[in-house]
Every structure is written in C-alpha cells, then in structure tokens.
C-alpha cells in the first residue's frame, strides 16, 4: 500500500495533475486510500528520498520545486543515460521490438491528435522507459522513471513550450533510426530531442526586484509567457 500510494503520487505529477508547491496533507492521503497516516509518511518519506516531494518542519509535505541548478542536472543526466541506452539498443533491437515502438507511437499520435492531455504526457515520459526495457536493464528503467518524474515537475515549474507535437516527432525520427540499426543517428536524435526539451524551459532566474518586475516589457518584441 505504501508503494502504492508513492506510484499513485508519482503519476499524477508525470500527468500533470499535480503542480509544484501543492501541500500533500497527510490525513487526507490517508482518507482517500482508507490508510494509517503511518502509511501515508512513509511514501511520502520514499518520495522525499526520490527528490519528488520536499518535507518541512512544522509544515509538511509538498510537491517539490526543482531548482534551476537541479533542472539542468537533470537533463544532463539523462543525456548521458539515455544516449548510451539508445547506441546499445541500436545494435540489438528485434523487428519485433521495432513493432513494438511502432504501437506505442500511434498510441502517443492518438493522444495528440484529440488533445488527451493526461494520456499524451504520460505516453510521451513512457516511450523512454520503454527502450530502457528493451534493453531488459530494469535499474536503468528505474533509473528514468525517477527523472521523468522530476522533468515533469520541471516543465511545471518553467513553463515548457516544447509542444507534445514536436516530442512526437522527434521519437519517430528515434524510432527510425533504431529500425535501420544506426547507432550514430539514434544517439544523435536523442540528445537532440532531450536539448530541445532543456532548451524550451524558462531557466532564467526570475526577477526578485519589485521595482524591476513591474515595469512593462518594452516594445512588441517581448516575450509572451508560454501556454
């Protein structure tokens, strides 16, 4: 049960669901899985330990709020993982395997195509995962399940204009050079895809000076916040 309420946190930040910030009350966990608070500390102590959930004295547990520094260590990470894991699956990948990324792309394509929200955003983190499993490296399949978590969290955070469009297309290009067994092209679309996602957060340090923050932007070419 306590696993189960961690994934059950875990996913509504994947999906969205839940913002950065937002107060994770301890008796109403609890009432909603019909649980101990016990129970409930505990996954939010194994959430707190993944980083996805910040514990305060006195005041509780809350959605983490990654810092900028945290957010491009992050990305950094998963360059680095993710295109080893694709040079080593391009050298083993089977047709059925292929087949197998072939599914899990239309199922992305359909959940862009009539805007599901929820189901897009978790289909888009899993297709990552999905080649760490084909791989059959289940720690690494960990491994990204953790980060995926905590770039969602970043996205929430810094408004990302990567559009769920984009993302798609990018993993069918991925997916293609996989199919042909060109390592060179897979590692390469891959670090491009994760620098594009990095590069469409708003990691700019925000403006602390009163003064300064309300002074209006000058002229049409500023920028407009992203949606």
């Not at 900028?68 to 990470?77: G, I, L, S, T, Y």
């Not at 990324?101 to 359909?110: K, S, Y």
């Amino acid at each position: 049960m306590t696993q189960r309420i961690a994934d059950a946190i875990t996913t509504a930040v994947v999906e969205r669901r839940l913002m950065p910030g937002t107060k994770l009350a301890e008796q109403q966990i609890a009432d909603i899985f019909k649980v101990s608070r016990t129970l409930v500390r505990q996954a939010l102590n194994q959430l707190s330990r993944d980083r996805l959930v910040t514990l305060e004295p006195a005041r509780g547990a809350f959605v983490a709020r990654p810092s900028v520094e945290e957010a491009r260590q992050v990305f950094e990470v998963r360059q680095m993982l993710e295109s080893s894991m694709v040079r080593q699956l391009a050298a083993s990948i089977t047709d059925e395997q292929v087949a197998q990324l072939r599914a899990h792309l239309q199922a992305e394509r359909e959940a862009v195509g009539r805007t599901d929200v929820t189901g897009r955003t978790r289909l888009l983190a899993d297709f990552h995962v999905v080649l760490a499993r084909q791989l059959g490296n289940e720690v690494l399949a960990q491994l990204l399940t953790d980060l995926l978590s905590r770039s969602s969290l970043i996205s929430l955070m810094y408004q990302s204009s990567h559009s769920a469009e984009h993302s798609q297309d990018e993993h069918v290009a991925i997916v293609d050079a996989l199919a042909r067994h060109d390592a060179d092209a897979a590692v390469a679309l891959m670090a491009g895809h994760i620098g594009n996602v990095e590069r469409n957060l708003r990691l700019n340090p925000r403006i602390n000076d009163l003064a300064t923050a309300l002074v209006p932007p000058a002229g049409p070419g500023a920028d407009d916040p992203a949606t």
